[in-house]
């Protein structure tokens, strides 16, 4: 597969599903408002290095049991595929949220970094996320320097989102102001998924697909 179609796939569902407000987010925003721009900085380092740990174990494991088993493989971009389908469906036809940034009952972490870390890597979604996203691309003939490179895109595009998210987002009015078009980026993301994880289901038909 071509590199570039591959880094199309995968960030095409990565980038949407990053933006979405989640844990990560809360988390960045509650340690802005908090502590201010450093420590929202810190926790936007630690959230992005949680990431690019599930990005590595994920893409490699992955791409070793690629290699290994192909029946496997076939069953894993089934039901990756399948999982996308479902998140889309959720995304595309859910009900607006309110973004809860209260403080919660307990002091979140002394230090913003591990904060940061800890919430993303408690956060049993992200694992799933990656493997999904994962399988919808990778093959056992993807070359390492890609899998390299779409790793350090992913920890490069949750560094840049959320000192963003840092920096612009770390007041309650402002956020209350993204809460109201933050539908609109699950619609967004919704299509992606449905319409990269139903691409999937279709090639897996061709008696040539890897």
């Known amino acids: 597969m071509d590199p570039f179609v591959v880094l199309l796939s995968i960030f095409g569902i990565f980038l949407p599903a990053l933006m979405l407000p989640g844990p990560d987010f809360v988390a960045v925003v509650r340690s802005s408002i908090k502590g201010g721009t450093r420590a929202g900085l810190m926790t936007t380092l630690g959230v992005s290095l949680?990431?690019?740990?599930?990005?590595?174990?994920?893409?490699?494991?992955?791409?070793?049991?690629?290699?290994?088993?192909?029946?496997?493989?076939?069953?894993?971009?089934?039901?990756?595929a399948s999982y996308l389908i479902y998140l889309g469906l959720r995304l595309l036809f859910a009900k607006p949220v309110q973004i809860d940034i209260s403080e919660p009952e307990k002091k979140p972490a002394s230090n913003p970094f591990f904060f940061g870390f800890l919430v993303t890597l408690t956060n049993p979604k992200a694992i799933v996320i990656f493997s999904s996203v994962f399988a919808t691309a990778v093959t056992s003939e993807t070359p390492v320097w890609l899998l390299m490179l779409i790793i350090g895109l992913v920890f490069t595009s949750a560094l840049c989102w959320y000192a963003i998210v840092s920096l612009f987002m770390s007041s309650k009015p402002v956020v209350e102001r993204f809460a109201k078009t933050s539908h609109w980026i699950e619609r967004a993301a919704g299509i992606c998924f449905i319409g990269i994880g139903g691409k999937l289901l279709t090639d897996t038909r061709n008696p040539l697909y890897p």
């Open 50 to 80: 949680g990431l690019l740990a599930y990005a590595g174990l994920s893409l490699l494991g992955l791409s070793a049991i690629l290699v290994q088993y192909e029946w496997l493989a076939w069953s894993i971009r089934i039901l990756g």
